[in-house]
């Protein structure tokens, strides 16, 4: 009796083969980072909550991730590592007095100061994703300077 046996069917031969590769594949895939780096804040109070968006239809309401970051001589820093090749767009609010969501004036506009990816001039109504998308692809380091206004 064999202890180890050689596999000697060809189709179980070529799906293995088939399957090292998807496998492999998965972990060779690039890893993208963003870093993030905000300045403007009015005050070192509260931290910077910074949304990572993958799509038009959940831009500003729903993030793939969220991260948050202490606030220091009125700007903060923040990375997001291991991101897929894809096109996204960022968006950040100063949550001053610590409270976990980002109050609004009216429920409209915000009370609380805000910046976005490629700092969009939004004089009316919140910034829109075709301003703030962007593209990171086969393990770029990308890096935005984003204005708090």
């Not at 894809?86 to 409270?99: K, L, M, P, R, T």
């Not at 009370?111 to 969009?120: A, H, W, Y």
Request: glycine share 6%; net charge negative; aromatic share 10%.
């Amino acid at each position: 009796m064999d202890i180890c046996p050689v596999i000697k069917n060809k189709t179980m031969q070529t799906a293995l083969l088939y399957l090292t590769l998807f496998f492999s594949s998965l972990f060779l895939q690039a890893q993208n980072t963003i870093e993030v780096n905000m300045f403007g804040f009015t005050s070192n109070k509260g931290k910077a909550i910074i949304g990572l968006f993958v799509e038009e239809e959940t831009f500003l309401r729903k993030p793939l991730q969220s991260l948050s970051s202490l606030i220091i001589d009125q700007k903060s820093d923040i990375t997001f590592k291991d991101i897929p090749d894809g096109v996204y767009a960022i968006s950040v609010y100063h949550d001053e007095n610590d409270n976990g969501e980002i109050d609004l004036l009216m429920g409209i506009l915000p009370k609380e100061d805000t910046g976005t990816s490629n700092n969009p001039n939004t004089k009316m109504g919140p910034p829109k994703w075709k301003d703030a998308k962007f593209e990171v692809k086969n393990g770029e380091v990308l890096s935005f300077d984003i204005k708090i206004k």
